[in-house]
Structures are given as structure tokens and as C-alpha cells.
């Protein structure tokens, strides 16, 4: 069963503009991960959460957490058009670090 | 992807036949996976491993079995491949909490 819903399924942008994703989840956590997958290849990592924060940067991306609400959203800020890819949450609720992917969120930033 | 290789890149098998799909890795990380990843599943733990030779099962183990007789190599068999059993396959590894995981390159296996 999948952890984590994503919403929207696809998101169209120009760009410049400013990219959100948001991601549900429904058990317990220990963090949140995200990660960026282009067409044909492997996932990247782009950001892990913990359960206690509940906010975090790294260049353009904002992440937010919201462990009352089960809920994160991802924030891509001043979209390029290298930022098309599929972006997925994926939460680490248990050990050995194993992760539960969400089924992602396809973003096409065009020129 | 740095650190993590995964063979072959593609294969094409016939239903019934058995398939071995390798991962290694140069990280000497304690955990490997092995994912798939299906159109509107995202993806979806298969096997994983925690040491040598320790290895659990994961959300969609049936028909799928593991090995890992050294750090370095996780293998995936499937026993008698089936047309269901045709995605791409990922293997990713971690040296435990709280970190990411690192993805293979994937694997695209077809069954016919």
C-alpha cells in the first residue's frame, strides 16, 4: 500500500514561476524524504525532513512538515525548465531505513 | 550514480525463466534495496538487506527472492518470471537513519 498521496499529479509552470507539491502520508514517521526522478533514470535525493522539524532549505527547495496533519509539501522556488522531472516523497517510518514512496508529482517547466 | 552499479541496464526474458538482476555497491553501506517502480504505484519495496546474509522481506515480495553472501552485492531472482513482474528495478543503499537512500541506475525487465 502506498504511504504517501501526492497532489497534484501533474503541474504545468513557466519558467520563473514557483513549483509546489504536496505529499500525505498516513503512519507515524521517523523523517521525509524527497527525491527527483527525470525520465529514464534513477531517483536523486534532494532533501530529508525529521519528524521534528518542521522546516528546511536547501538552495531553491522549501521543504515543510507537518507531523499533526501527517502532510509535507515541496517548494521549488524560480522554476528552470531543468527542473522537469517527477518528484516523489518517500517516508522512513520504521528501521532500517526503509522508505515508502508516494507516486509522485510529474512537473514540466517550460520556457 | 556514483558508488552503485546495476545489472544488466535491460532484459528481455520469456515468461517461466528465471532472471538474477545484480547490484553492487563501492559504499560499504550496511542496507540495499531493492524497489520497483510501476506506472501510478511510485515505487514499491521488494527485498532488503541489513547485513550479510540478513535480508526481510518487503511490500511485494512474492515471487521475488534475495541473496547477499557479501557487503558488496545484493542480487534479486525471480524463480519463474512472470508478464506481472515486468517493470524497472531499482536498488538503493543507506548506511541507516536518518539518511537517504542512493538509487541504481534502474533496471528494465520485460517479460514476454
Known amino acids: 500500500s502506498q504511504q504517501g498521496e501526492e497532489d497534484p499529479q501533474a503541474l504545468s509552470i513557466q519558467e520563473g514561476e514557483n513549483a509546489t507539491m504536496n505529499c500525505s502520508y498516513k503512519?507515524?514517521?521517523?523523517?521525509l524524504q524527497w527525491y527527483r526522478q527525470n525520465s529514464g533514470r534513477g531517483l536523486v535525493h534532494l532533501i530529508l525532513?525529521?519528524?521534528?522539524?518542521r522546516e528546511k532549505h536547501s538552495g531553491r527547495l522549501r521543504v515543510t512538515l507537518d507531523t499533526s496533519k501527517k502532510s509535507s509539501s515541496l517548494l521549488i522556488t524560480a522554476s528552470r525548465a531543468a527542473d522537469t522531472a517527477s518528484y516523489f516523497c518517500?517516508?522512513?517510518?520504521?528501521?532500517?531505513?526503509?522508505?515508502?514512496f508516494g507516486t509522485g508529482t510529474r512537473l514540466q517547466v517550460t520556457l | 550514480d556514483a558508488g552503485i552499479t546495476q545489472s544488466p541496464r535491460h532484459k528481455v526474458t520469456e515468461t517461466g525463466t528465471p532472471v538474477t538482476l545484480r547490484c553492487h555497491q563501492t559504499?560499504?553501506?550496511?542496507?540495499m534495496y531493492w524497489y520497483r517502480q510501476d506506472p501510478g504505484h511510485g515505487l514499491r519495496l521488494i527485498h532488503y538487506?541489513?547485513?550479510?546474509?540478513?535480508?526481510d522481506k518487503g511490500e511485494v515480495s512474492d515471487g521475488y527472492s534475495v541473496s547477499r553472501s557479501k557487503t558488496e552485492d545484493f542480487l534479486l531472482t525471480l524463480e519463474s518470471a512472470t508478464s506481472s513482474q515486468t517493470s524497472v528495478y531499482f536498488c538503493?543503499?543507506?548506511?541507516?537513519?536518518?539518511?537517504?537512500?542512493?538509487f541504481g541506475s534502474g533496471t528494465r525487465l520485460t517479460v514476454v
Open positions: 518517500a517516508t522512513d517510518s520504521g528501521t532500517a531505513s526503509k522508505l515508502t
Open positions: 503512519t507515524s514517521i521517523n523523517n
Open positions: 538503493a543503499i543507506s548506511n541507516g537513519q536518518p539518511q537517504a537512500n542512493t
Open positions: 559504499e560499504n553501506h550496511r542496507y
Open positions: 525532513i525529521r519528524s521534528n522539524e
Open positions: 538487506s541489513y547485513g550479510v546474509k540478513d535480508t
